[in-house]
């Protein structure tokens, strides 16, 4: 048998149980070489040769893992997010592309309207696997970064990944419910709150609803909970005329817009679209 054999059998099982099929031949590929310990270079070069000795069992181990639809990030320990590799672990959630537009958002925001402050602050509210304050700490290189989330665990997972990315002596880590006790004037904020509607649990995939970590999932009965204590929070902590960016899901635009029209203290400067054009980042300025 050879290692594409092997792994086109993989992909089967995966697919039987229950991962759509595009999806299982991807993941018993990007599983394989996760094994070896190669790029998708040398797989393809390789692939028609004979399975190397020992390889069959470490692959089977990983391949257990995906058919009980433990996220492949999960198993791999990684995940990309803007061209980074960052850890991650159950106690976060994983990084979705969708969450770069907080990044080019932000970087717009300071390129249309630089602080007059040298060294703005940005707060990273609620930062999970620390993806958004790296990246801006490290595109931002005279911003001051302050990183909080409520979970030990996943704060100790952003340090090593600011660590990894050579960031970590501008960004401060605050154990705290979003903006909590966070005395500053703070130029940006952003965020990437809990925002599943409590209701829908069931109904999300496997890898979702028993994988990655609730704290970081669900915001209440409507999925705003957290936008609402966010836009309490950030009235105190955002400098005049600084912006807050946040994400929500899919079809909540309406009631958030309905949530900041209630806050005289902001102003909605405009809404971004993903790209399945569905209402995704929503960038606020707070009033002078």
């Known amino acids: 048998m050879t290692l594409h054999d092997l792994v086109v059998a993989a992909g ?37 040769d004979e399975v190397p000795a020992g390889f ?34 159950g106690d976060v959630l994983i990084p979705r592309p969708e969450t770069e537009f907080l990044v080019e958002e932000a970087l717009a925001c300071f390129r249309e309207a630089p602080p007059a402050n040298g060294s703005p602050l940005v707060i990273d509210a609620g930062t999970g696997s620390g993806c958004l304050a ?9 911003a001051y970064v302050v990183a909080t989330d409520i979970s030990p665990a996943a704060l100790r997972v952003a340090r090593r990944n600011a660590v990894r990315h050579d960031v970590a002596r501008r960004v401060r880590f605050v154990r705290t419910d979003f903006l909590a006790g966070i005395r500053a004037a703070a130029d940006l904020i952003v ?31 409507d999925g705003l909970e957290h936008h609402r204590t966010l836009l309490a929070q950030a009235a105190g902590t955002l400098a005049p005329e600084g912006r807050l960016l946040v994400e929500f899901g899919a079809g909540q635009e309406e009631e958030l817009l309905a949530v900041v029209a209630a806050r005289p203290e902001f102003r909605v400067l405009h809404v971004r679209n993903d790209l399945q054009g569905i209402p995704r980042t929503m960038v606020l300025a707070r009033s002078a």
């Open 12 to 48: 089967g099982r995966l697919g039987r149980a229950g991962i759509r099929e595009s999806e299982a031949r991807l993941d018993a590929e990007a599983l394989a070489r996760l094994v070896l310990g190669w790029d998708r270079a040398r797989f393809l070069t390789n692939r028609h």
């Open 56 to 89: 069959r069992e470490r692959y089977d181990l990983v391949i257990a893992r995906r058919e009980r639809r433990e996220p492949a990030p999960y198993i791999a320990g990684r995940r990309e997010f803007w061209g980074l590799d960052f850890e991650v672990s």
């Open 134 to 142: 790296v990246v801006l700490a490290r595109e931002l290189p005279r």
């Open 191 to 221: 965020s990437n709150p809990p925002y599943v509607p409590r209701g829908v649990a069931p109904g999300l995939s496997p890898e979702v609803r028993d994988f990655e970590p609730h704290v970081a999932l669900f915001g209440g009965v």
